[in-house]
């Protein structure tokens, strides 16, 4: 019999996993405390797609055993997760946890083991408790990056004897960007000078968490730390100058401004020099520039979906504006580009290629992998065949196009350790709820049936094989 040659073969013990967070799967089930989401849901049920919001999710909550199973039955080795704080914490001030929730992650991450799935556990999904926005103003308070130090402190000495694989932050730029500028998150400000703080406290809050991970049993058990960032290169209009430093200031704040900070230890001077001039620099001390310096991260997550594309000013910014990044830049829609249609985002599998480069050129080459990657699109419903499997070709298609500019990186030298997909199942998005799919595996709403797609099957032979043809 013939052995089917693999074209696309990836390194020994690469990860072939898949994303997901606690919010989006696990229900509000015995949750104590509401986050930002659950508390806009509760005010404002008609800003979520078709009204459904975070109160079952995909049912983790009471499913997590058959959802684990299934994700090994497709050849899953390593998830990502969340813990989350209002689920986990009784008490914000003092870190006193509910053992409610003690028992469920205890149980999950067993599983997790059970089923040969290494468990990546990450601190912080967008789901910051309402009551901490409420009384201090979230992430715009010290006072709030010490009480998450404290409930990461609680991580590591209740889950570090088992997970050795840890994330700060999930897309802190999509914080600053959702809150306080665009207003796609909970408070929905527009607030340049608190976003650029906010900015500032995220990075100091992941290097704080990384300093007590570093005095951890976990770490002195060969535990490590990251973060998880979604770069989204900036490609200029054309090669003229305005162009290019339009796309240069796209890609100092939107991705160097957390990228920088985690691998290097320091904020890029001509952010800050922008910034400064602005007068809207953030309000640091040498402490705690020390404190970012001196604990960078051990190995990074990236999340790809799309890339950023930017032109010159076409018209000069109002001064008489509030402070925003868009004084610098407009958004530049190229023409023909690949687009996909259900999310409105353009199709690039190249930038994931040059994404790899850059870390590996500009960023001492860390060990990273991508941590998100996928395809949502919308009524999948109608892609199911007679024996009812969607046919979600469309996804298959994607993601061998983005492996395949990944492949030729690591080829290069780029030292990507793993792909995970978002998602293993799908889960509910923030605004968005079940708008757009992005699911190895289906959930029926009404049932909670789950059921394999085509990619589930896909991937499944594809990290049998450690690549693809």
Known sequence: MAVLSIKYKFPE???????????????????KHANVFDHWFDIEKEAFFNGIGPN??????????????????????????SIQWTRLIKDFETAEVDEEAVVFYNRVIDELI????????????????????????GWESKHVIALFVLFAEKCFELFGDRVKNWITF?????????QYLYQFHYPNLVDGKKAVQVLYNLNLASAKVIAAFKQSKCAKQGGEIGVVLNLTPAYPRSQADEDVKAAAFVEDFFNKSFLDPAVKGEFTPSLVQTLQADGVLWESTPEELMIIKNNTIDFLGVNYYQPRRAKSKEVAWDIEKSWMPNKYFDDYEMPGRRMNPYRGWEIYPQA?????????????NIRWYVSENGMGVEGEENYRNADGLIEDIYRIDFYEEHLTYLHKAIQEGSNCFGFHAWTPIDCWSWSNAYKNRYGYIAVDLATQIKTIKKSGYWIKNVAKNNGFS
């Open 56 to 81: 079952v999710a995909s049912n983790f909550y009471n499913s997590y055993k058959e959802d684990i199973k299934l994700m090994a039955d497709i050849g899953l080795d390593s998830l990502r997760t």
């Open 352 to 364: 994931l290629y040059d994404i790899a480069i850059n870390i590996r050129d500009y960023y001492n």
């Open 114 to 137: 059970k089923n040969k799935i290494i468990p990546v556990i990450n601190l912080q999904h967008f789901d910051l408790p309402v009551e901490l926005y409420d009384k201090y103003g």
């Open 13 to 31: 013990n690469f990860w072939w996993g898949a994303a997901t967070s606690g919010p989006q799967t696990e229900g509000r089930f015995n949750k």
């Open 170 to 178: 999930n897309e802190p730029m999509v914080i600053v960007e959702g």
